[in-house]
T-cell receptor, first 113, second 116 residues
Framework: NAGVTQTPKFQVLKTGQSMTLQCAQD?????MSWYRQDPGMGLRLIHY???????DQGEVPNGYNVSRSTTEDFPLRLLSAAPSQTSVYFC????????????FGEGSRLTVL | TQLLEQSPQFLSIQEGENLTVYCNSSSVFSSLQWYRQEPGEGPVLLVT?????EVKKLKRLTFQFGDARKDSSLHITAAQPGDTGLYLC????????????????FGQGTILTVHP
């Protein structure tokens, strides 16, 4: 049972570089989201999608882009990495938006130098 | 300003002790979830409470949703080293309708360490 798969698990970037964090789910969930986790801050919502072709901003969207061309995939793009984006990123999916159980990936640890 | 305030942020106790983690807000939530996260993994749902005053038990864990649906608590009886982890509460607030979607807001988390 794969659930939610995130790649890569670890990445080091230099300031100004761009990259994409991949997220795929095999549970046919309509809803997907990206969170970042920083010490003492809990999880903060970056972007979310309520279905293929539909995305919206969360609490902390600046510096990130998303798209949802298929139900399964929800990549997160960092356009020009900054040290403030050093964090652990989690992708999640659920079948009922904001009330259903969130299924998380294992996380992607990003360091921006 | 954190919408959901968890306390304490850190808890270090001996095996067999009891503990309570609190999750407080000035806002009303439709429901509240508790997650547990281990190092290197994503959070995993423990419970969802939806009714004011609701109490749910999961073995040694007792979850309560406040009558006004603004706060919640997690009580662990006779803690064990296997309970060690980060505990997160998350509150659900509905959107205003139309294209305004509801949001799930997380507290800062409580790091629990249970020593053998």
């Amino acid at each position: 049972n794969a659930g939610v798969t995130q790649t890569p698990k670890f990445q080091v970037l230099k300031t100004g570089q761009s990259m994409t964090l991949q997220c795929a789910q095999d549970m046919n969930h309509e809803y997907m989201s990206w969170y970042r986790q920083d010490p003492g801050m809990g999880l903060r919502l970056i972007h979310y999608s309520v279905g293929a072709g539909i995305t919206d901003q969360g609490e902390v969207p600046n510096g990130y882009n998303v798209s949802r061309s298929t139900t399964e995939d929800f990549p997160l793009r960092l356009l020009s990495a900054a040290p403030s984006q050093t964090s652990v990123y989690f992708c999640a999916s659920n079948d009922r938006w904001w009330t259903g159980e969130l299924f998380f990936g294992e996380g992607s640890r990003l360091t921006v130098l | 300003t954190q919408l959901l305030e968890q306390s304490p942020q850190f808890l270090s106790i001996q095996e067999g002790e009891n503990l309570t983690v609190y999750c407080n807000s000035s806002s009303v939530f439709s429901s509240l979830q508790w997650y547990r996260q281990e190092p290197g993994e994503g959070p995993v749902l423990l419970v969802t409470v939806v009714t004011g005053g609701e109490v749910k038990k999961l073995k040694r864990l007792t979850f309560q949703f406040g009558d006004a649906r603004k706060d919640s608590s997690l009580h662990i009886t006779a803690a064990q080293p296997g309970d060690t982890g980060l505990y997160l509460c998350a509150g659900a607030r509905p959107g205003a309708g139309g294209t305004s979607y509801g949001k799930l807001t997380f507290g800062q988390g409580t790091i629990l360490t249970v020593h053998p």
